[in-house]
């Protein structure tokens, strides 16, 4: 098993992905918390707010894994395709969610 600091094909490490990870789920459990109480809505969305570029900050993160270690590690140009047009789908996702 690699250890917490091995790239594993990231531009992120492993720690620094966790940590991201971490962090929207402590936020999520606040603004779950929130919504227990009956926050209003408006603090509900400003609390919100930043658990979407984290979010997509980690999952650009792993497309770029994906792009340098899937696609480009491939072992010939069929998987290479392949490969790329799984990147492309996750992308398309990315894109339409926003």
Do not use: W
Request: hydrophobic share 30%; with cysteine.
């Amino acid at each position: 098993m690699a250890d917490a600091t091995t790239t594993r094909g990231y531009s992120a490490t492993k720690d620094q992905l966790l940590k991201r990870l971490r962090r929207v789920e402590g936020q999520v459990r606040g603004i779950e918390g929130m919504v227990e109480e009956t926050a209003t809505a408006s603090t509900c969305s400003r609390r919100s707010a930043p658990c979407r570029p984290r979010s997509t900050s980690s999952r650009s993160a792993f497309l770029d894994q994906h792009a340098n270690h899937c696609v480009m590690g491939a072992p010939d140009e069929d998987a290479k395709a392949e490969k790329t047009d799984e990147l492309m789908a996750a992308v398309g996702r990315l894109m339409r969610r926003g």
